[in-house]
T-cell receptor
C-alpha cells in the first residue's frame, strides 16, 4: 500500500504559533495533496504539490516535498483557533490513476 | 471548484436495513468517488462511480453490500445494504474534473447502526 503516514497523530499549540505536520508515503507519486477536515465533515483541499516541485506556498501554508525520502511537510504559520481540524495528506500513483490514497491524519488543536 | 450536495447528513438505522445516500453535483464531472471513514480513522476508497456502467470497487468492497448507481454526470447514489453496527461510519462522496487531480468533497453522511 502507498498509504501516507502522518505524524504527529495529534498536535496541540497556542494561537500564533506555527504548526508542522509530516507525511511519509511508500511508492512513487505524481503529486501529493493536503486536505483539511473540520469535525467529521467533508474534506477541503488545501494545496497540491507535484513530484517535480520541492516547495509551495499558499497564504499561511507552506508545503515541502522530498521525493528521495518519500516525505512531505505542511507548515501552518501564525495559527488561529479556526485552524483546529484534522489534516490529511493524499497521494496518487504514477500511471494516470485518479485514485487518491489518504494518510491517517494529524489532529491539530489551536488553543486561543 | 464544485458544489456537492450529499444527503442525508446523518441517519440512525436498525441492523439489517439499508440506506441510500445521494450525491448531487452542480455541474458535470468526469469522476465520482465514494469513501468510508470509520470513527477516528482516515478515508478508505469504496469505489469509483462510473457513468452508465458498473462501479469499480476497491479490494474489500463488493457490489452486493455497496451497490452504486450513476445515471448521469451530476448524480450518484451509494446504498449500504443489510447494515450491521460495523457499518457505522461517515460516508463521503467526492468528484474530480478530468485532468485536475483535486477532489471536492460532499459534507458527508454520518451513519450509526444500532
Amino acid at each position: 500500500s502507498q498509504q501516507g503516514e502522518e505524524d504527529p497523530q495529534a498536535l496541540s499549540i497556542q494561537e500564533g504559533e506555527n504548526a508542522t505536520m509530516n507525511c511519509s508515503y511508500k511508492t512513487s507519486i505524481n503529486n501529493l495533496q493536503w486536505y483539511r477536515q473540520n469535525s467529521g465533515r467533508g474534506l477541503v483541499h488545501l494545496i497540491l504539490i507535484r513530484s517535480n516541485e520541492r516547495e509551495k506556498h499558499s497564504g499561511r501554508l507552506r508545503v515541502t516535498l522530498d521525493t528521495s525520502k518519500k516525505s512531505s511537510s505542511l507548515l501552518i504559520t501564525a495559527s488561529r483557533a479556526a485552524d483546529t481540524a484534522s489534516y490529511f495528506c493524499a497521494t496518487d500513483g504514477q500511471g494516470g490513476s485518479e485514485k487518491l490514497v489518504f494518510g491517517k491524519g494529524t489532529k491539530l488543536t489551536v488553543n486561543p | 471548484s464544485a458544489v456537492i450536495s450529499q444527503k442525508p447528513s446523518r441517519d440512525i438505522c436498525q441492523r439489517g436495513t439499508s440506506l441510500t445516500i445521494q450525491c448531487q453535483v452542480d455541474s458535470q464531472v468526469t469522476m465520482m468517488f465514494w469513501y468510508r471513514q470509520q470513527p477516528g480513522q482516515s478515508l478508505t476508497l469504496i469505489a469509483t462511480a462510473n457513468q452508465g456502467s458498473e462501479a469499480t470497487y476497491e479490494s474489500g468492497f463488493v457490489i452486493d453490500k455497496f451497490p452504486i448507481s450513476r445515471p448521469n454526470l451530476t448524480f450518484s447514489t451509494l446504498t449500504v445494504s443489510n447494515m450491521s453496527p460495523e457499518d457505522s461510519s461517515i460516508y463521503l462522496c467526492s468528484v474530480e474534473r478530468a485532468g485536475r487531480d483535486i477532489q471536492y468533497f460532499g459534507a458527508g453522511t454520518r451513519l450509526s447502526v444500532l
